[in-house]
């Protein structure tokens, strides 16, 4: 089981039409994080709203992200909340660093799982 800040969002990625929306359990194999929330946008304004909307969503209900990097370029956008970090690329990066592959030995958590 998830928890609520990983289901609010993944939301909010929804949202604003973010794609191929990933959520990997990685507790098991890093502590440098419990989970790790993967999307892409087509474009730099979708990769901007989509970060603008998590940290809206987040912060409303309480959660504030420790750092954000990438925000001006938006060819990837992490956003670093402790336990759960969220990337945000444009598909082109997102193929060429393949996170997904890198940290293949956690979990997959399906939407129907949050």
Known sequence: ???????????????KKGQE??????SQVSSIADYFIIAS????????????S???V??????????????????WVLLDYGDTIIHIFNQEDRRFYDLERI?????LIERENL
């Open 54 to 56: 998590v940290t809206e």
């Open 1 to 15: 089981m998830t928890n609520e800040l990983v289901r609010l969002a993944y939301g909010a990625i929804e949202e």
């Open 103 to 107: 940290w293949r030995d956690g979990k």
């Open 58 to 75: 987040l912060g409303a209900n309480g959660y504030n992200y420790k750092s954000m990097e990438g925000f001006e370029n938006a060819n």
């Open 41 to 52: 946008g087509t474009n730099v304004r979708q990769v901007q709203a989509i970060s603008d």
């Open 21 to 26: 929306i990933m959520v990997i359990d990685i």
